[in-house]
């Protein structure tokens, strides 16, 4: 499974930090970059520093009014959500670009159809 680099940036940093998914996904939520989180967890030297992983709690329920997210997701499994809505995506994609190939097609007969019917309604008219 390939794996863009904003995820690896979020595995790596949640294996670095010890967060859970769900503290990974509260960081995602607010807008955190994986790579500062460093800068952030120097709580044991700078002792006036809330611990990361409280810290990430506290931004989310300061951003969302909420304890946790209603749904928690690991990175693993946003990922393979993510394919599958591309998957879903050009599926749909293709079946729309057919239906118009074949309303395209139908229109064209439809057309062609019409047309040889005034020819042969005008060449009957004048024998008459």
């Excluded at 500062?36 to 611990?51: A, F, R, T, Y």
């Excluded at 599926?91 to 097609?105: A, G, H, T, V, Y």
Aim: hydrophobic residues 35%.
């Amino acid at each position: 499974m390939i794996v863009k680099k904003k995820y690896k940036d979020w595995i790596e940093a949640r294996k670095r930090h010890h967060l859970s998914h769900m503290q990974v996904q509260m960081a995602m939520a607010v807008g955190m970059n994986p790579n500062k989180l460093g800068k952030i967890d120097n709580h044991k030297q700078e002792s006036w520093k809330v611990p990361l992983p409280q810290f990430i709690e506290h931004c989310y329920f300061k951003s969302f009014k909420k304890e946790k997210p209603e749904k928690i997701l690991s990175i693993e499994e946003m990922i393979k959500l993510e394919i599958k809505k591309k998957n879903l995506k050009k599926k749909l994609k293709e079946e729309k670009r057919q239906n118009e190939e074949l309303s395209k097609k139908e229109v064209a007969i439809q057309d062609f159809s019409v047309g040889t019917n005034e020819i042969i309604e005008m060449e009957i008219l004048p024998n008459e």
